[in-house]
């Protein structure tokens, strides 16, 4: 079975194809919900394979004009290869699938594993896998896709995760995620799976950048922190528009599974007290007002607690900043134990809040 030999020690990471070695196209989804997504190019866009013909207009034609031949000593550029390639620049080594069905999940389906090397002419792959997914909903949505690539025992040698955006009902698109090259000699990849499908309805997609949506805000959850099981998110809401903000008491929260549906007999509590002290979420609600490019923070908090009784876990939440608002479903993936409760601090201006209308400055947010 072809595995990739490693040369250089980089550091080790998962990353997505769009990162990884420079890219082609639009972004995943195309925005309309209807195209498929594009073929990246895993080399970088500057690089020309062996044999290859120049990659820009512009580029002057080596060699009186005539393209590149394979049998030509000299690559283009006028660099020497040290030794011949046993496979053409650019190209990774197949690797055979797990059977049918161990590789979909949610819609989404595993569609080819390759193993990168420095044959192949790409530096910084180690791995990648193709994939489609299909939106088995009645309305347009954002995905994010965590894949695991695996040994040939079934542990996890690293993870990389792509988001799609954007994909219409019924609609089918395509995509990549590779893993980088990693440091040392990990175990050879055998495998990949899919491990996690998150989606959210595109009209209610958070957002931490980009352009400020219709409502002049944006409202998204941070990445969190988690000790001894108790668990603490950051609900970040961003004025964007030209116009104040007024905020006064708690968001409103509506908790959702894995399938969608929603999760009752969770009690929400006002205030985080009565889940722990000290976690930012004390106290009454204030009146804050933002004024463009000011920001607010709410607090949830919950412990993971398991006794008797069946364990509650609801990765969505949806979110209405105030009573008037329009809601945003944000993913912290709550695994609320047993302890059936939640607890939401209110609205308190962020004064750490350092970002811009346009871009925030912000710990990774989750969507």
Partial sequence: MPTVSRTAPTVLTAALLLTACGTQGASPGGGDGNSPVRTEVLCPEDHVPYGGTPRRPEDPVPYGGTPRRPEDPVPYGGTPRSEASPL???????LPLPSPGAASEDGVDITALYAWGP???CAGVDYSADFELTNQGTEKATYTLTFGFLSASGGAVDNGERTVEAVGPGRTVKGTVVMRETAGNPPAVTG???TKVRSVPEAEASSAAGACPTSGVRLYADQGDAAMGLRVVGLHLVNCGPRPYRLDGYPKLELEDADHETVKGVRILRGTEGISTGLGGDGGPRPVVLGPGEAAVASLAWRNTTQAGEAVNAPYVRVWARPAADPVMVVPELD???????GVGPWREDETYRGSTTTPATPSARP
């Fill in 88 to 94: 053409p620049s650019g190209t990774p080594s197949a």
């Fill in 119 to 121: 044959e192949s002419g």
């Fill in 192 to 194: 990949v799976r899919v």
């Fill in 336 to 342: 609320l134990g047993t302890t059936g409760e939640l």
